[in-house]
Nanobody, 115 residues
Framework: QVQLVESGGGLVQAGGSLRLSCAAS????????RAWYRQAPGKQRELVAG???????NYVDSVKGRFTISRDNAKNTVYLQMNSLKPEDTAVYYC?????????WGQGTQVTVSS
């Protein structure tokens, strides 16, 4: 089992920045991929950014150039640096890790961007 704890959400004005963190504990060996998702009210959960075991990254088009996903293997933590935030980035952000064939999700952290 893998436990995930997210932090770093909050209220920020448009144009501001936030950094989300997701710390993993438990059986953290052999984690294949880590990712951030978000879900806005009334919308489906969407993939925001992912980072694979080899370090390659991918982003949804709407955040390219503004968000950066990174990881610290020593701390078993994945980060999402969010710059130039827009009101449409408002959502609950979730981290997910994949270990073998299992997915593990965090509890979510609210990000609210005011205009």
């Amino acid at each position: 089992q893998v436990q995930l704890v997210e932090s770093g959400g909050g209220l920020v004005q448009a144009g501001g920045s936030l950094r989300l963190s997701c710390a993993a504990s438990g059986s953290t060996g052999f984690i294949n991929a880590r990712a951030w998702y978000r879900q806005a009210p009334g919308k489906q959960r969407e993939l925001v950014a992912g980072i694979s075991r080899d370090g390659s990254t991918n982003y949804v088009d709407s955040v390219k150039g503004r968000f950066t996903i990174s990881r610290d293997n020593a701390k078993n933590t994945v980060y999402l640096q969010m710059n130039s935030l827009k009101p449409e980035d408002t959502a609950v952000y979730y981290c997910k890790v994949v270990r073998f064939n299992s997915e593990y999700w965090g509890q979510g952290t609210q990000v609210t961007v005011s205009s």
